[in-house]
């Protein structure tokens, strides 16, 4: 067991988005991303067979009404169980960060026990961290919830934020079975995952080298992909204007074809995310990553390649890494830094 502190030592290969957090004041820069570090540490739990509350939602957020609480709130924390963990984040030289992170610029999750943490959680702190930076993206627009800021989606300076590099991290070691059986065990509440059963590393896919855009106002093969019209024309005038622009003709902000869905299947309704819910597919520029997750009975894996398909014919059946590879390959290089 470690009581010292931990650090993983990154770079900001884009600008990270903190969200809303600047409005407070420094102080809760990090919580935002504390929120997106919890997220997908939710998602490498269920994936590993455990069970993670969305604490988002009042429904089903630890403890239940028995006083228990699952996995993830044990060391993240909830309400009468206090995170075991302090997060911060700080720059090379060990001080806090006090304003957004650039590009390029060289950064710290520093994680400081409050209480003792068991060697699993670490790891799957390791595993997860190291999952955002070579497969996902840190940030509050990453962290799948939805836009607030529907209509700027389409602008290409929007698009590229919260990927990051790992440069060196902890000495932790990872070891599949003792991992599974410590996130299954009898005593962490067992989750009804119910709407968000899909935010699970076994629904996880990534393609890196590639990405979807805009290729002009009639085509988006990221929209082809999550089946949206692919026209940003509004449907007011046929004319295009960009934000903060509103339409000529009624004097308000545009409503685009892109709203809208080519049909109203199931799966476009999921993939595109229908309102208040988040969009399912996720695509960077600069460098190229593109990830998202399927649906048991909505879209499987295979689907999901024939749509990318769509966009990149010569993809190739091995350039998509699922979430279940992903986590075999960072176990077998388990062990100090890369
Ligand atoms: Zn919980
Ligand atoms: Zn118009």
Redesign the pocket.
Known sequence: MRDSHCEWRCKAITPIWTGDAYRKGDRLIPSGLLGSVRWWFEVLVRGMGGS??D?TDSDS??PDKHGN??V??ELFG?TGWARKLQFKIMDGNGQPVQAAIVKDQEFIFHFTPLRPIRDEEWTLLDLTLRLIADYGAIGGRTVLKPSDEKHREDMPQHRDYGLIEITSRPDIKAEEEQLRSYVKQDHW?N?DHGDFAWASLDNFWCINGRHLARQNKDDSDFNRVVGRDERKTCKSCGGVHDPPNKCPKNKRYPHRHSEDLISKNPTNQWLAGRQQESKKVFSFKHPQRTFGFVKPGVIKFDEMKKRLRGAWPHLKDDELRQGSDILKSFIRSSGGTP
Do not use: D, G, K, Y
């Open positions: 993670a509350c604490p957020r630890c609480r699952c993830v709130c909830c509440r989750v």
